[in-house]
Nanobody, 114 residues
């Protein structure tokens, strides 16, 4: 069983920055595209962006130019650098494998408020 653990969430003011981290301890980590998702209160979970095995990234329109996803295959970690945060970025953030997701972790709360 793969236990995903996300961390790094916090409360920040608008225009602030945060860096989220996620460990997905699977022996096949380097063989799969990984992604960050988020779920705001009362809304469905949505894809924030993903990073392929080669490091190619794709983002949802609302975060383009502000968020950056990266990965460290040796550490089995995925990162989400978030800049110029907006109140609408407030959500619980999760990471997971894109194909055949593992059991979801607890996520990490990001709150953007003045």
């Amino acid at each position: 069983q793969v236990q995903i653990v996300e961390s790094g969430g916090d409360s920040v003011q608008p225009e602030g920055s945060l860096r989220l981290s996620c460990i997905i301890p699977t022996p096949v980590f380097d063989q799969h595209t990984m992604a960050w998702y988020r779920q705001a209160p009362g809304k469905q979970r949505e894809l924030v962006g993903r990073v392929s095995t080669s490091g190619t990234t794709v983002y949802t329109d609302s975060v383009k130019g502000r968020f950056t996803i990266s990965r460290d295959n040796a550490k089995k970690m995925v990162y989400l650098q978030m800049n110029s945060l907006k109140p609408e970025d407030t959500a619980v953030y999760f990471c997971n494998r894109v194909t055949i997701p593992y059991d979801w972790g607890q996520g990490t709360q990001v709150t953007v408020s003045s």
